[in-house]
Nanobody, 123 residues
Framework: QVQLVESGGGLVQAGGSLRLSCVAFGRTASSAAMGWFRQAPGKEREFVAVISWSGGRIYYADSVKGRFTISRDNAKNTVYLQMNSLKPEDTAVYYC????????????????WGQGTQVTVSS
């Protein structure tokens, strides 16, 4: 069993930055792939970024490539999402997810989810 706790969301102006954190509690947390997804009001949950347990495999959604950076510190069982040059369209609830090391862009491939943290970008 893995429990995920996100933090770092908030309100920021367009062009600003935020860093989200997700702490994983559980025996298998450090061996899991970790992903970030987001869901805006009235829209489906969408993939943002994923990082393998070693950090050797990283993918980003095209919409955030070049602006967001995913990283992890396995000693702290924590994954981060550094978000720069934020846009109003980045406004959403951001969710952290953990799954098998092969997990990628498909939400159904993840076993565990956090409660979400709200990110609001004002224009």
């Amino acid at each position: 069993q893995v429990q995920l706790v996100e933090s770092g969301g908030g309100l920021v102006q367009a062009g600003g930055s935020l860093r989200l954190s997700c702490v994983a509690f559980g025996r298998t947390a450090s061996s899991a792939a970790m992903g970030w997804f987001r869901q805006a009001p009235g829209k489906e949950r969408e993939f943002v970024a994923v990082i393998s347990w070693s950090g050797g495999r990283i993918y980003y959604a095209d919409s955030v490539k070049g602006r967001f950076t995913i990283s992890r510190d396995n000693a702290k069982n924590t994954v981060y999402l550094q978000m720069n040059s934020l846009k109003p369209e980045d406004t959403a609830v951001y969710y952290c997810a953990a799954g098998p090391n092969s997990s990628g862009t498909y939400a159904g491939g993840y076993n565990y989810w956090g409660q979400g943290t709200q990110v609001t970008v004002s224009s």
